[in-house]
């Protein structure tokens, strides 16, 4: 179970120019756990923890260049790997004539579904900060971006690589091991390799939305591999959740080089709003495929106001690349799922 109550502030400062605008957000955050922890350093059965938020933003130029600035603070009450700070977005853009460059650390979000984001791969997942992986650490990159009636391209260029973050020992929820800082890379330049992106996206007049990418680059999702067991430690873990007295194995995070290709579909109509995502992916182990799909109907007249129904499946398969003819080799896991959204509208004055 968990509670949050935020406080968000919109500042301007009279003595500075209009251009310039500063928000700040400040949230609590509660979490109450109904069992107990199979793990003594986080058994407990109420953690609080504090998040700061700051957003500066400068335009100039007749608004043809944009500084953004978002710091990020979280303290948590027992994990002490949960107490970080981050720079979310520290970037300027600058707008011509059928192109954007987009210069510094920055958030990029791709995908159209509610279940999960397969094509969303540009930045790191802040795992630590909140566990449905929605939280992303901000990555350094040059992207440029031209815009054609033919449709977007942008390509990305990322210097250097985020590690995912992961819960401490004193963390809940956490992993049964605890996961090493010292990760792996398949890259011989580590964290330092320069990935790359592309990305192709364009919107059409009977309603529908189409996206294409392709990431080449060191993968956001690590293989956490477990230090050496011996077959009592492994048996203890298994029935225990908890290793002997005097062990301390841990995860060891894999990051592998991949090539992965993304499709993102959305189609409107009548009501109906169709969502496809799905994904092709190589270099971790043999070549699998993803996909993710939904949809959101609007119905107008229930209780004075739209609802929204909203459904989605996902399928994900792999395929061996030497026997890709063998349906055998494929194996397919399907999650359903429906929501239902209502809301009334709402009529302001004009200031």
Known sequence: MVWRHSLAALLVLPSLAVAWEFRG??????????????????????????????????????RDDLFTFIPYLRVDENDSERTHADIRELSWIHVGRG??????????????????????????????????????????????????????????????????????????????LPVSD???????????RVDVALRYQQYFNNGLELALSHFSGTSREPLLLPEALSPQQLQALLLTGSLPAGSDPQLVPLYNVIDQTGLELQYLNNGWLWKLEAITRSGQGDRFTALDGGFEYTQVGVFDGPRIWAGCWSTCGRIG????HRLSRMTFCWLPGLRSTMWRPQRFLPA
């Open 99 to 176: 192109w954007e460059s987009r210069v510094g650390i920055r958030k990029v979000f791709w995908g159209v579904t509610e279940g999960r984001h397969l094509v969303d791969i540009i930045n790191q997942t802040d795992l630590v900060d909140q566990v449905d992986g929605e939280e992303k650490l901000g990555q350094p990159m040059l992207n440029l971006s031209t815009v054609r009636d033919w449709g977007i391209v942008d390509l990305f260029l990322l210097p250097g690589f985020r590690e995912r973050t992961y819960a401490g020992e004193e963390g809940r929820p956490r992993t049964p």
């Open 321 to 324: 690349m030497r026997r890709w």
């Open 25 to 62: 957000e400040a949230g609590l955050e509660g979490r109450y756990f109904t069992q107990s922890s199979p793990y003594e350093a986080a058994d407990y059965s109420t953690n609080g923890s504090l998040y700061l938020k700051g957003e500066v933003f400068h335009e100039w130029n007749n």
């Open 182 to 192: 010292q990760a792996r890379y398949e890259s011989g330049a580590e964290d330092k």
